[in-house]
């Protein structure tokens, strides 16, 4: 079967997050921050319902450490 869309992976570099929490704040089902503050992705495929979300918080990192 062929799809029209590709996979929608989230990934985020820990060695370039600040730990802002922009990204938990936009999209907390997608995103949690470990102790340190670091960016923790807890769904790299998140769901229709949470994908506006997820790029809002793409859009939202002050340091492009999120990428899809
Ligand atoms: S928005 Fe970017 S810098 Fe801030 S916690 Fe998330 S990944 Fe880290």
Do not use: Y
């Amino acid at each position: 079967m062929v799809t029209a869309e590709r996979e929608w992976r989230i990934t985020a570099d820990p060695t370039v997050c600040i730990g802002s929490g922009s990204c938990v704040l936009a999209a907390p089902h997608t995103f949690d921050q470990d102790d340190e503050g670091t960016v923790v992705v807890l769904q790299p495929t998140p769901d229709e319902n949470h994908r506006a979300a997820a790029l809002t918080a793409v859009g939202a990192c002050p340091v492009r450490a999120i990428t899809t």
